[in-house]
């Protein structure tokens, strides 16, 4: 944990004390806005990426496609009604039960799966989010930074490297590590102002509004967050950087009332995810498939006893009771044609009608993530390696930052003993999970390979991306 720590804060005292430096020098970058000068929208964008690959590397991730997904495609939903000047994006579902949001300066915007059990509807988890949307597009980080100046460049990063110890939940490492002197301003310094923190408010509910979402869910939502606090030892991780107050919930919901009210949302995405969380965390008492089986009995027909149906089904089939799955699965109704339905049933059947299931479905939903990857893995499945290397190139040209993509496109070309491939891939997965020096060496075979292969133009394809991980490697 402390090598790690260590080195993400050489990194930032590098990136902003030449940010600083150029400030002074009156070389400013296109951008002319004030905190522009301070920390260029570039800086901030390799900051962000840097610090993702450090979270990867310390923190559990969520690697479901449906997850995946279904986070992309609600801040998607609302970035064309924020003040997000742009869409590049990426994004990251941390495995902690923990109530926690985060948006990072450069496009990195993450929950902690557990928040899923705190959000009664997609209209208040995207209050969370509409909310971290803000707090980028108003550039709080860089105008926090602005406002430091005169501080020590050491000062400024601890600032992204207690959120990074915050995000991967374990905050308590991250300020003991600090000197003493230094822990409680960082501490302080992490929660944004009262100011900003009511103008990504204000933000945030004008772009739920816009949305076509809910305004008031912003207000429901702070009050879940509330109620989460009552019953916990320590606040959440949202609200250790982001404190809401009984002042802040009246607030927000008189600004609401500016706004009519709209119908909630929930569909079946969100109602499986959630059900998934619960259970996961053992949330409500479910610890065992006789208590999941007790929820679904419990629970009037509906999506949400189809969702916890689903759930009973691939906890089944994990623990390898095929049949018991299979008749959980065939309770539903409606719900069978979802593609996490389909994409679990494919599971159930021999490799050629699983293969046909999935590209029958695949007709309706070209695009769709969970049927695509669950494409790739039955390809891999049935032996087809060639396929299955053919399916996974597809995502990762699609997907170049998710690093199952490229676990599973290594795993196939293994199979069809491509080595340059499986190098490759296995390179740009390890890279991307922030383990630079084990990615150089597998990009040293794949240029190795391809050059006993005669495939020279391959070769300096990856003798480029190579020098690309090399650079972002001396960056740490």
């Given at each position: ?178 000197a003493s002197a230094q822990a409680a301003s960082i501490q302080e310094q992490l929660a944004y102002s009262r100011e900003w923190e009511r103008e990504a408010d204000r933000l945030g509910i004008r772009t739920l509004a816009a949305a076509g979402l809910d305004p008031h869910a912003m207000t429901s939502m702070f009050e879940q967050m509330q109620r989460a606090s ?247």
């Open positions: 944990m402390r090598r790690p720590l260590t080195l993400f804060i050489v990194t930032l005292i590098t990136v902003l004390t030449c940010a600083t430096s150029r400030a002074a020098s009156n070389d400013l970058p296109e951008l002319g806005d004030g905190t522009s000068g301070v920390v260029s929208l570039q800086q901030e964008h390799e900051l962000g990426r840097t610090w993702l690959r450090q979270l990867r590397r310390q923190a559990p991730v969520i690697e479901s496609p449906l997850a995946k997904q279904y986070l992309e495609n609600l801040v998607y939903q609302l970035v064309p009604y924020s003040d997000v000047s742009s869409a590049d994006l990426e994004f990251i579902i941390v495995d902690q039960a923990a109530l926690n949001a985060f948006a990072v300066p450069g496009g990195i915007v993450g929950i902690n799966y557990g928040l899923l059990m705190h959000a009664r509807d997609e209209d208040e988890l995207a209050a969370v989010l509409a909310h971290e949307l803000a707090h980028l597009s108003q550039r709080h980080f860089a105008r926090r930074i602005e406002q430091s100046q005169k501080q020590q460049p050491i000062a400024l990063a601890t600032l992204l490297a207690s959120l990074l110890l915050i995000a991967s939940n374990n905050p308590d490492v991250g300020f003991a590590g600090l009552r019953f916990s030892q320590r606040p959440p991780e949202f609200l250790l950087t982001h404190p809401v107050t009984q002042f802040r919930i009246s607030d927000a919901a008189g600004r609401a009332e500016n706004y009519p009210r709209k119908p909630r949302s929930t569909r079946f995405d969100f109602l499986l995810l959630k059900a998934d969380a619960q259970w996961r965390y053992h949330h409500d008492q479910l610890n065992s498939i006789e208590d999941l089986q007790r929820a679904i009995d419990t629970t009037q027909a509906g999506d949400w006893r189809a969702a916890l149906q689903v759930q009973l089904a691939k906890t089944l089939l994990q623990q390898g009771l095929t049949a018991k799955a299979n008749k959980a699965l065939e309770a539903l109704d409606r719900q069978r044609d979802h593609a996490a339905v389909v994409a679990l049933r494919a599971q159930l059947l021999p490799s050629n009608e699983a293969l046909a299931l999935i590209n029958t479905a695949l007709t309706v939903e070209p695009d769709n993530r969970v049927l695509l990857t669950t494409l790739a893995e039955q390809h891999t499945r049935a032996g087809n390696f060639r396929a299955a290397t053919l399916a996974w190139r597809t995502q990762s040209e699609r997907w170049p930052d998710d690093p199952a993509v490229w676990r599973g496109l290594q795993q196939a070309a293994n199979g069809l003993q491509d080595k340059v491939t499986s190098h490759y891939a296995g390179a740009e997965h390890l890279f991307l999970n922030g383990d630079q020096p084990r990615a150089l060496r597998q990009m040293e075979l794949a240029i190795r390979s391809a050059r006993q292969q005669g495939d020279f133009q391959r070769q300096a394809a990856l003798e480029s991306r190579m020098k690309r991980m090399a650079s972002a490697s001396d960056r740490l």
